[in-house]
């Protein structure tokens, strides 16, 4: 199935937008309540009936490159533990010890078996229980069904993915997901940080071309254009294309020798928290993971798109590329700090999308079908 357009298609529309000085749009605007970004009801109500029910990426494959690869993170304010054993297989468990609780693992790195730090009970890549030190004070303990909790996970087109609460049929909508990481992929690094903004808010930073000159005006618009973009959706996913200016060029030469690295930066919404962005030289997958509604944090993982090719000059470009998309996005995260203040003085009680708004539309929307048709008992 045919989820996304291939890169001449991209190119050639792309073509006919700057030619017209046009732009994707949506049929409609969109308003979006403002206590949809501050109330913490919201944020638990998303919580328990989307990012638990949902499959959510946990991380990049290549973040378990190896048999014996870990990671230990949060998701949907859940501590999860993800491993690769022994025959290559992702698991991910719950981030916590059958004895007392105890999280056995932290941060990631590599490990045949998990020793819980508090009292040393022993666990493998699979999650089996297979020490209890002084074990006899244990009489009732049985080993075999003590393993730590597992939690749904899947492994498609170098993502893995978890449903931490499954419904019948969740997992099909993985079929809505085209490959957006190629297979010869590394990590080039880890990092994370926190935003003082819902997370929401964060994600709709990045899926619109409209603040394209007003907010980057001397980064990312000198080099590309104002509110020309194309926007496809795929399921509740979608992705935005930005065009640099250099794409023009293309329009001289003949079709087959079209190539669209460097001539765009492509940002996939894959349902509902994680950004895929796809640059010149490098891939961002980001997740963002809400701590409170007014807070989030943003874990990325930079992968190298130019394979084995890791000559110096081939770092310094790819070190360039990062250092300007990394001032881009402090402006964008210095907007959407302002934002999540600004909405404390109650001046609207919507926020307000346009039809050049498409994919955060998209998102709104498919957040409000998904909430409206789960049923969860209110938290106390
Ligand atoms: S809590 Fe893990 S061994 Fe005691
Ligand atoms: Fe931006």
Redesign the pocket.
């Known amino acids: 199935m045919t989820l996304i357009l291939d890169d001449q298609a991209v190119i050639a529309q792309l073509l006919k937008h700057i030619e017209n000085g046009t732009t994707d749009e949506a049929d409609s605007m969109w308003r979006e309540p403002v206590s949809n970004y501050t109330s913490n009801k919201r944020l638990i109500k998303e919580r328990e009936s989307v990012l638990k029910r949902w499959p959510v990426v946990f991380c990049p494959s290549v973040a378990l490159p190896e048999p014996g690869s870990y990671l230990a993170r949060e998701a949907a304010g859940a501590p999860l533990l993800a491993t690769r054993d022994k025959e290559g297989v992702v698991r991910v468990f719950k981030n916590a010890?059958r004895?007392?609780?105890?999280q056995?693992a932290e941060n990631s790195g590599r490990k045949n078996t998990f020793v819980?730090?508090?009292?040393?009970?022993t666990y493998r890549l699979d999650g089996e229980l297979i020490q209890i030190p002084h074990e006899a004070g244990f009489p009732d303990v049985d080993k075999s069904c003590n393993g730590l909790v597992a939690v749904e996970a899947r492994e498609q087109d170098g993502l893995i993915y978890v449903v931490q609460d499954p419904t019948p049929n969740c997992w099909d909508a993985l079929n809505e997901i085209p490959k957006l990481i190629n297979d010869d992929q590394f990590v080039l690094n880890e990092s994370e940080y926190i935003v003082d903004a819902n997370w929401k808010i964060f994600a709709e930073s990045s899926l619109e071309g409209y603040h394209i000159k007003a907010t980057h005006r001397e980064t990312f618009y000198p080099y590309g254009y104002d509110n020309i973009n194309l926007v496809e959706l795929f399921g509740r996913n979608g992705r935005i294309t930005f065009p640099f200016r250099r794409i023009e060029k293309l329009a001289t030469i003949p079709q087959d020798e079209w190539r669209i690295d460097g001539r765009v930066t492509q940002v996939s919404n894959l349902f509902p928290n994680v950004l895929v962005a796809t640059l010149s030289h490098f891939t961002n997958v980001v997740v963002l993971e809400p701590i409170t509604e007014g807070k989030t944090l943003a874990r990325t993982w930079t992968l190298s798109n130019r394979g084995a090719d890791d000559t110096p000059e081939a770092k310094a470009e790819i070190q360039r590329d990062q250092d300007f998309n990394a001032l881009g996005l402090r402006e964008d995260q210095d907007m959407v700090e302002s934002i999540q203040r600004g909405l404390a003085s109650d001046a609207n009680s919507h926020l307000t999308f346009g039809k050049y708004e498409k994919l955060i539309s998209h998102l709104h929307r498919n957040l409000q079908e998904v909430l409206s048709t789960e049923s969860i008992d209110e938290k106390p």
Do not use: F
């Open positions: 010890c004895h007392r609780g105890m056995v819980c730090p508090y009292h040393g009970w």
